[in-house]
């Protein structure tokens, strides 16, 4: 299999009529860990939604692309099967769906008709997985996110990432609500996914997550795009002297998305 | 006056039944009573429309539906089938044998089993509580009499299955459960209602819970279109009794449904959970009740609902706290999803207190469309819209449908539901 190619072109989206990204261009191939920083209300989580697909967010101008394929003309399904995953910030509670069996039909509508993997080795690898993210056995058969608390539910979704390995994954504030054991068993879960067939791009507003996951690129949002970019180094320079540092240098009084009057 | 009477539907069904007077008395009285009153008006369902006609019973056997005999031939529990208001089959099983429980027909029982079928027939579901209630009671037949021994419990359930092949008679299938202090007891009612003709019929179970014995009664039902279906349902505890109702309707049909706890014993409980699946043309009205009069009892209702196509579908929960019901406490939760546009859904909850010193009375109702972010985080892991929606509903009916008593049970109602889901 090739490696993954995931390309991002001039993006801007709009939010109920009001334009939140404003050209956003990234380029991440397979073996690639991209960051994003930024402070809150930048629009960070609006690039992920966009990407995935989200029913609330609309482009209107740009393009992205998986592996050649135009990602803005499939359906969110479409996208998740063609390999891309959201971590997502928020995750919806299904009642009544449980953990175990949203995976596995998730895993066969990815593995296709005739293609569907044995229930044993199912469970055998999801028990692996669970312990691996220091997840109790009883979470399996638990509904979908509802009674989770949050690092329960950010480590669910590291969980489904390493079930169904996909081509690109996103990780949206991953590490928020996390304490240190937590987020080292969710960097470990990334890690160890790390290969040439996946590419990362993890969205964080704190450099904490990246002491354990090195990045290969860092870049900094702010008002709806991305206003500089570097390397792992970046990150750090962020952590030592702040937002504030970088605004002055770019000249930018208020960082968030601006919304007109 | 002979040739009027010659045709009279309590006299056919009386002759072909062979029962005592006194039983043909009630009937009589109930039939007078039947005819002498108006028809209901009903805030949701517009009775004058409905037909009222009562057809011409027959005691002949009708064949047993394919799909019902195989049902019926899974049960390993004990169980009876009636067809058109004949009891066909009546089996026991081991265990209830052992632990002295009857299980025989309606009609056999008011001889067989006399002091305790006088004392509670026709006193839980008079023949006035309604004009279908008048209308079981004159022309009743078909149905069971369960009657479990002081302390009791039975392991497994007993399960009725009630099938109306749609002769053209009215079917008016009446059972009646009584269990003695501290037994235990889970029975079910599993219908098979196929369309066809247009006759109104009126189903009635009573439920006595004796001092501190507990009832499970779950029910099957699907009312399919083309009667008019009346239903009431409705059990009475003593001290510390408990019933829960597990009700799972998938109905298409015209169908005014009562599933009602008369909370009458102190410290009793009852626990009233109900899941339909509305589709087609269905017109279904079911008003799950619990009536506190004792002190100390406690209630909790739970209603979900999902709709398709044009089905128009009314859960009422209502919670009647009587004077005296003290430190009464109860909780209702109704909520339906309409999965089509067409659908039309009413979710209303009713508290009628006339006690002021009540522990909690907590309400809570909502009508809605399906959660689209619910659907978005499903296929966003590449699982398909129209199965992430099922994935959904099934999820939102699921609870009530994994209480029901045994796995034959489940397993139809699984299969209507997701007979109705995967279209
Ligand atoms: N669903 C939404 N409805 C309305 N406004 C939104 C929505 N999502 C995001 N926004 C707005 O877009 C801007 C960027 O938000 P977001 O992308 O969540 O930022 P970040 O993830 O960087 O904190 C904010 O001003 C926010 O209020
Ligand atoms: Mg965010």
Redesign the interface.
């Known amino acids: 299999m090739s490696k993954p190619d995931f390309v991002i072109r001039n993006l801007h989206v709009q939010v109920e009529g009001k334009e939140i990204l404003k050209g956003v261009d990234l380029h991440i191939r397979g073996g690639e860990i991209h960051a994003i920083m930024g402070p809150n209300g930048t629009g960070k989580s609006t690039l992920a939604s966009a990407i995935?697909?989200?029913?609330h967010y609309e482009v209107t101008e740009g393009e992205i692309w998986l592996d050649g394929q135009n990602v803005l003309e499939m359906?969110?399904?479409e996208?998740?099967?063609a390999g891309l995953?959201?971590a997502?910030q928020y995750?919806?509670?299904?009642?009544?769906?449980s953990n175990a069996?949203?995976?596995r039909?998730?895993?066969n509508?990815?593995r296709g008709e005739g293609n569907e993997i044995p229930v044993l080795q199912f469970h055998r690898r999801l028990v692996q997985k669970m312990k691996e993210l220091s997840i109790d056995p009883s979470f399996a058969e638990r509904?979908l996110n509802e009674g989770f608390s949050g690092g329960e539910k950010k480590r669910n979704e590291i969980l489904?990432m390493a079930m169904?390995e996909p081509r690109i994954a996103i990780l949206d504030e991953i590490d928020s609500g996390l304490d240190i054991d937590a987020l080292k068993i969710v960097a470990n879960g990334v890690n160890q996914l790390r290969s040439d067939n996946i590419g990362f791009l993890i969205i964080t507003h704190y450099q904490r997550l990246l002491n354990y996951i090195v990045p290969d690129v860092v870049h900094v949002m702010m008002q709806g795009r991305i206003v500089k970019s570097g390397d792992a180094k970046l990150a750090e320079e962020l952590e030592a002297k702040g937002y504030d540092w970088l605004k002055q240098e770019l000249g930018i009084e208020d960082e968030t998305v601006e919304v007109e009057a | 006056m002979g040739e009027v009477t010659a045709l009279n539907p309590v006299l056919r069904v009386a002759q072909a039944l062979q029962e005592p007077k006194v039983v043909t008395e009630k009937r009589d009285a109930a039939w007078k009573l039947y005819e002498s009153l108006e028809v209901p008006r009903l805030e949701k369902t517009d009775l004058r429309r409905v037909t009222w006609d009562v057809g011409e019973f027959e005691a002949t056997g009708a064949e047993v539906p394919e799909d019902v005999a195989s049902y019926v031939q899974g049960i390993e529990h004990s169980c009876a089938l009636v067809v058109d208001g004949v009891v066909r089959e009546i089996r026991l099983s081991d265990e209830a044998q052992a632990k002295g429980v009857v299980l025989v027909s309606i009609h056999d029982a008011c001889t067989t089993h006399a002091e305790v079928w006088n004392r509670h027939f026709g006193a839980i579901v008079p023949a006035d509580d309604s004009k279908w209630a008048a209308l079981n009671m004159a022309l009743f037949a078909g149905g069971v009499f369960v009657h479990v021994p002081r302390g009791a419990e039975l392991e497994h359930p007993i399960e009725v299955v009630y099938v109306w092949t749609g002769r053209p008679f009215s079917a008016c299938s009446r059972s009646l459960v009584v269990t003695e202090p501290l037994a235990r007891l889970r029975y079910a009612e599993t219908t098979f209602a196929k369309g066809g003709e247009r006759f109104v019929n009126s189903h009635v179970l009573e439920v006595f819970a004796s001092q501190a014995s507990s009832i499970q009664v779950a029910t099957a039902d699907e009312w399919r279109k083309g009667g008019m279906h009346f239903v009431t349902r409705r059990a009475k505890t003593e001290n510390d009794a408990e019933v829960d109702w597990v009700v799972a309707d998938t109905s298409d049909g015209q169908a005014v449904e009562l599933v009602e706890s008369e909370l009458a014993g102190q410290g009793s409980r009852s626990f009233t959970r109900v899941m339909g699946l509305g589709h087609g043309r269905a017109h279904v009205e079911i008003t799950a009740s619990m009536r506190h009069v004792g002190r100390h009892t406690e209630s909790e209702i739970s209603m979900h609902g999902a709709l398709r196509d044009r089905a128009n579908v009314i859960f009422r929960s209502r919670t009647q706290i009587e004077k005296g019901a003290v430190g009464a406490g109860s909780e209702q939760h109704d909520r339906m999803i309409m999965v089509d546009g067409t659908a039309r859904a009413d979710a209303i909850p009713m508290l009628l207190i006339d006690e002021n010193d009540v522990e909690r009375c907590g309400h809570a109702a909502s009508v809605g469309k399906i959660d689209p972010l619910q659907v978005y985080y499903l296929m966003s892991r590449g699982i398909p819209q129209s199965t992430a929606v099922q994935m959904i509903i099934w999820g939102y009916l699921r609870d009530t449908v994994e209480a029901l008593p045994s796995d034959a049970m489940r397993q139809i109602v699984v299969s209507r539901v997701e007979r109705e889901l995967a279209r």
């Open positions: 995935m697909g989200h029913p359906s969110v399904d996208r998740a099967r995953f959201l997502m995750p919806a509670e299904v009642p009544g769906v069996n949203f995976i039909t998730a895993l509508a990815r509904y489904q169904l």
